[in-house]
Structures are given as structure tokens and as C-alpha cells.
């Protein structure tokens, strides 16, 4: 069957360091992968979308990767901020069209 | 401006009633999605709809039902024969195409409990 896996603790992290959150996927041949922050009581909202053929992607302190090889995308969060912290979903959309979200990874930043 | 709205934003139901959530974009997305999401998990999809008069079901359609008479609208009715319905209800559509699919857009969320 196919999965998105993301890891379920949550990631605390000191304000300024670095977060690195872990998506990985099986029986999915996705074109390409997208990320998305959810606020507790809020729906998601869209951050990073990678192709395929690209190997990252940036947009101001964040930073994606995408190994098809490995089936997995890595989501950085680079000096991180007390406002980063939120759930963060990685999603794919499978072989039907259905969007599909992972359980998503809780980041708490802490001054 | 343009959205996705949802209403409402909280619901009560009582045992053995049908309720209506709604969700209407003014995107012009093709796609809508309804996923439900239960503390501390992820997104479930329930049923998505790629185009109008057309729909299939997620991976948790048992005790629900749709419809897309409208390009903009896709309203989610939660039956009786749902038998945990209490939950966090999210509507999303995305535009899909040649160029491949887009980012998806997200309404603020109907918080369903029953009473």
C-alpha cells in the first residue's frame, strides 16, 4: 500500500539552530512533492512544492531536497524562529489524483 | 479577494442526524478535496472531486456523502451511519492541468461535535 511517513515526535529546537524534518514515501512515483505548515485550529497552508528533477529548492529560510532514489524529501528550517513552531505535513499526490498528507511533524522552537 | 471558504466554523450534531458542511472557492480550481483530521493526526482524505458532476471516494468515505453540482462548490454531508463523527473537517481545492497540479488551498476548517 502507499505511505508518507513522517516522524511523529515532535522536534525541539533552540531559536537560531537549524530544523531538519524527514519525509519519506512508498509506492508512490511522484512527480513531485510539496510541503505545507498547519497552526493548530488553522487548515494547512502551501509553503515549497520540488519536481522531480530538481534536487532542492529554496525559499527564504527554508530548504527542500528530493531523492527519488531514497524516496524521500528533507525540509530545513534554517535559523529557525519561536514563530516556526507549528506542524509541518509533507504531500504526494498518488496515482488516482488523490492528494495525500503525511501525519506531520511537530517543530517547537524555544527562545 | 479570492479563497476557499468553509461554513461553519463549529457544528454540534446530535445523535442520529445528518449535518451539512460547506465549502465553496472562487479559485476556479477543478479540484476539491474534504479530509478530516482527529487531534494529534494527520489528514484522512474522505472524498475528492476532480471535476464537476463527478467524485470519488478517499480512504474513509463510510458515512459520508458529496456532491459537485458547481465547479465552486462541494459540500460534505456527514450521516447518521457515521458513527465517530466528532472531528476537525478541512475543504481544500488545487487546479490541475497539463502542467501538472498545484498547490492546494486550504478553508479555515469546520470543528464538528456531537452532542
Known amino acids: 500500500s502507499q505511505k508518507i511517513e513522517q516522524n511523529s515526535e515532535a522536534l525541539n529546537i533552540q531559536e537560531g539552530k537549524t530544523a531538519t524534518l524527514t519525509c519519506n514515501y512508498t509506492?508512490?512515483?511522484?512527480?513531485?512533492l510539496q510541503w505545507y505548515r498547519q497552526d493548530p485550529g488553522r487548515g494547512p497552508v502551501f509553503l515549497l512544492l520540488i519536481r522531480e528533477n530538481e534536487k532542492e529548492k529554496r525559499k527564504e529560510r527554508l530548504k527542500v531536497t528530493f531523492d527519488t532514489t531514497l524516496k524521500q524529501s528533507l525540509f530545513h528550517i534554517t535559523a529557525s524562529q519561536p514563530a516556526d513552531s507549528a506542524t509541518y505535513l509533507c504531500?504526494?499526490?498518488?496515482?488516482?489524483?488523490?492528494?495525500?498528507f503525511g501525519a506531520g511533524t511537530q517543530v517547537v522552537v524555544t527562545p | 479577494d479570492g479563497g476557499i471558504t468553509q461554513s461553519p466554523k463549529y457544528l454540534f450534531r446530535k445523535e442520529g442526524q445528518n449535518v451539512t458542511l460547506s465549502c465553496e472557492q472562487n479559485?476556479?480550481?477543478?479540484?476539491m478535496y474534504w479530509y478530516r483530521q482527529d487531534p494529534g493526526q494527520g489528514l484522512r482524505l474522505i472524498y475528492y472531486?476532480?471535476?464537476?458532476?463527478?467524485?470519488q471516494k478517499g480512504d474513509i468515505a463510510e458515512g459520508y456523502s458529496v456532491s459537485r453540482e458547481k465547479k465552486e462548490s462541494f459540500p460534505l454531508t456527514v450521516t447518521s451511519a457515521q458513527k465517530n463523527p466528532t472531528a476537525f473537517y478541512l475543504c481544500?481545492?488545487?487546479?490541475?492541468?497539463?502542467?501538472?497540479?498545484?498547490?492546494?488551498?486550504f478553508g479555515q476548517g469546520t470543528r464538528l461535535t456531537v452532542v
Open positions: 504531500a504526494l499526490v498518488d496515482s488516482w489524483g488523490k492528494l495525500q
Open positions: 481544500a481545492s488545487n487546479l490541475q492541468g497539463a502542467q501538472g497540479r498545484t498547490e492546494a488551498f
Open positions: 479559485l476556479n480550481h477543478d479540484a
Open positions: 472531486s476532480q471535476i464537476v458532476n463527478d467524485f
Open positions: 509506492n508512490y512515483s511522484p512527480a513531485y
